[in-house]
C-alpha cells in the first residue's frame, strides 16, 4: 500500500467508527476518499496537515424543532436541520430537502458532496446542505407556508447573503422559496442574497429553474464529444419528474435526443413518441399530479407502477438518474448495459450505488458522476448571488451562456484531473481530485481551521 493508500484507509475506518449509523454520509464519503490517495502520495504534507480528518467533519450541525399547526387546528412537530461543512472558499452554499426520508446522515452526505461540486463550478462558494423531514405531498398551500415559516423562523439565525445560502433541492421549490424569503424579511429586512432559487420578481435568476437539468445535459454532451458522438437520434431515459428531470427532458429534446421514460415514486411512464414535455409541466409544475395522469392525455403511454419493474429496464442509449440516492443499483446497472447504455449522466445527488458505478465504468459505459454533472443548479445560484449584489438582472441567454461554460470547464477539468492522475477517462476520480484540491490549497493556506 502507499502512503496515501493507508493514510486515506485509517481515516476511512475512524469515520466509520465516529458515524457508525450514517449510511448514506459513510457512502458519500467512501466515494470521495477512493479517489484520493494518489493526491497524498503527490502532496504528503497534507497527511502532516490531517487535511481529511479536518475536511470530514462539518463546521456546524444545527438540528432543531419546527412546530406549525395544520388545517385541522393541530400542532404538528418536524425537525430541521442546517449542515455548514466547509467555508474553506466560500460562504456555505447548498439547497434545502423537504421529504419525509430526511435524518442527520442524509443531511451530511449531501452537505459533503456540496463541497467538491462547489469547488468544481470555479466560483466562491463553500459547502453547507439543509431540510426537514416534512412531508409537502398533500398539503394545503396554508399548510406549507405555515410550516416554511416556522422553519425560517428558526433557520434565520444561522444564514445571511455572506454567511449561508440556501436554495431548493427535493420538495423545495419557487413556493417554498418564496414563503421562506418573505420571513426573512419579515424578520431581517430585505436581503435579497440570503436565498437562491428566488422568483423573477423579487432577486431572482432567469435560467435558474432550469440550470441542473440543462447543466447534466450540457456535461453529456461533453462525455458524448470525447468519442465522437452527439445526442442526434438517440434515446433517454430520466429518472423523475421534478425540476431537475424536467429540465433535462427540455434540453434533450432542444439537442435532438427523445427522451421516452421518465417517473415519480408511484411508478414510471413509457411513450415511444416521446415524452410530451408540455403534459409533464402541467401535471408536475401546476397540477402537482401523479405521473400515471400523463395516460389520460396520451393513452398510447404506459405506466408501471412501483415494485413491479423499475425505469431501469427501459431499452435506451442513454440514461439520466434525476430523482434521487441509491435509485441506481448494481442489477440496473446490468439491465441497462444489456440493453445497450452508452452514457450515464447523474442529475440527482448519488443516484447510483458504489456497485452500479463500478459496473458502468468496467463495462466501458461513459459515467458523468453527480458532483460534476449536476453542478449547474448551484453554479447558476452563484450566479444569482453576483446578480443580487451588483442589483442587475442578466438576461436569460447571457445566464445560460454563463452555466454551458462552467459545465464544459468541469468537465475538461474533472477530465483532466483524472488523465494527470494516472485514470484517464475516469470522470469520477477527476471530479473528486479536481474539487478537493483547490478546498485543501485553501484550508492550508488559511491555517489550522
Ligand atoms: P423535486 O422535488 O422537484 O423532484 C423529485 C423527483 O424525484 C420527483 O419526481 C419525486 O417523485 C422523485 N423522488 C424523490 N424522492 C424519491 C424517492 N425516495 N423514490 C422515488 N422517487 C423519488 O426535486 P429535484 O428535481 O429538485 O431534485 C431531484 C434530485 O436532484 C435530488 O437528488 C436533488 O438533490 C438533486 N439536485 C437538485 C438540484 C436543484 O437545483 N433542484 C441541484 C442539484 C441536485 P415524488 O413526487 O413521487 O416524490
Redesign the pocket.
Known sequence: MTKGQEYVKRVFEQVKADNAHEAEFLQAVEEVFDSLAPVFDKYPQYIDDNILERLVEPERVVSFRVPWVDDQGQVQVNRGYRVQYSSAIGPYKG?L?F?P?VNQSIIKF?GFEQIFKNSLTGLPIGGGKGGSNFDPKGKSDREIMAFTQSFMTELQRHIGPDVDVP?????V?AREIGYMFGQYKRLNGYQNGVLTGKGLTYGGSLGRTE??GYGTVYFAEQMLASIGHHFEGKTAIVS??????IYAIEKLYQLGAKPIAC????GYIIDENGINLETLKRLKEIERERISKYLDYHPEAQFVPTGESTIWTVKADLAFP????N?LNEDDAKTLIANGVIAVAE???M?STLEAVTTFQENGVLFGPAKAA?AG??ATSALEMSQNSQRLAWSFEEVDEKLYGIMKTIYENAAAAAEEFGQPGNLVVGANIAGFLKVAEAMSAQGVI
Open positions: 439547497g430537502r421529504h426520508s449531501l436554495a431548493g433541492d427535493i420538495g421549490g440550470a441542473t423523475g419528474s421534478g425540476n431537475v428531470a417517473s415519480d415514486s408511484s434525476c430523482a434521487t440516492q435509485e442529475g440527482a445527488n443516484p449536476n443548479g448551484v
